[in-house]
Structure formats: structure tokens, C-alpha cells
């Protein structure tokens, strides 16, 4: 089977803990259990946290990933036999806090103190567990062909 990282891999590979990387942790987790030890190639329409979960998974390359950003989270997954899984995001399903979207800009610009940081980071590290705690099926929908 497909070895999946630890979390805390995939979180460095991405370059920081957040609700969307826990999201694609578990959709990548999904996928290897699909996947098993075959190859995969995957076409994305996101550019968003959670390809980074996938692509730290499997070793995408640009030959083995499309991303056709469209700002939808859906994922094609293929064998080289042709067999495919599909994973898409449950509409409104996105995990978010009103307060930590207001810091957000802060923090990524520069401007935020030292205690916004720490909430905003306090928030994420939330969201995250909260990610976690939900089930797949609230996240994201797997479909095969």
C-alpha cells in the first residue's frame, strides 16, 4: 500500500498546521487505501492546501499532476490501469473562523503583533482539530470508476 506520512510531515512539507492540510491528510489517506501500491497521476482544479497532502503522498511530479486551478477542491486520481477515484469537497463544508480570517491578512502581510499571531495561530491549531473531529463524509465525497 501507499505509505502515507505523518501528519506533522505533511504539515512541514506544506509549510504550516492548518484546517486544510487536515483535510487533505484525510483525503490522502482515502486515496492510498485506494491506491494500494500502484502509481498514481492526478489532475486537480485547486491549488489549495490540500494538494499538498496529495502531492507529498505520492511524489507528484509535473508528470504525474495536471492542476487546472478552477478554485473548486476536486481530484481525479489515476492507475495505470485506468481506474479512477474521484474526490470532491462537500459544498459549505469548509472549515473557517470569522476571527482567525480577519488575522489572516495581518499574519501573511507582516503587520500582525506578536499576541495576534499567537490567537491567529491558537485558532488554526482549533480548526485543525476540528478538521480532524469531523467525518470524511462531511468533508469530502470519494467516487470511483
Known amino acids: 500500500m501507499t505509505q502515507l506520512p505523518a501528519f506533522d510531515e505533511i504539515a512541514a ?4 498546521r ?19 501500491d500502484a502509481p498514481v497521476t492526478v489532475y ?3 491549488t489549495r492546501c490540500p494538494l499538498d497532502a496529495l502531492r507529498h503522498t ?13 478554485g473548486e477542491l476536486h481530484f481525479i486520481l489515476e492507475k495505470p490501469n485506468g481506474e479512477k ?8 463544508s469548509k472549515i473557517k473562523n470569522a476571527e482567525g480570517d480577519a488575522l489572516r491578512g495581518k499574519v501573511r502581510g507582516g503587520t500582525a503583533s506578536a499576541e495576534e499571531t499567537a490567537r491567529f ?4 491549531e482549533e480548526l485543525l482539530e476540528q478538521a480532524f473531529s469531523t467525518p470524511d ?9
Do not use: S
Open 44 to 46: 486537480a482544479t485547486t
Open 13 to 16: 512539507a506544506h509549510g504550516h
Open 58 to 70: 505520492f511524489g507528484l511530479t509535473d508528470e504525474t499532476l495536471t492542476i487546472e486551478d478552477k
Open 85 to 92: 477515484l474521484f474526490i470532491d469537497e462537500v459544498p459549505g
Open 121 to 124: 495561530n491558537e485558532i488554526q
Open 137 to 145: 463524509e462531511k468533508l469530502f465525497t470519494l467516487r470511483t470508476e
Open 18 to 36: 492548518c484546517p486544510g492540510i487536515a483535510i487533505g491528510y484525510k483525503m490522502a489517506k482515502a486515496a492510498a487505501k485506494w491506491a494500494g
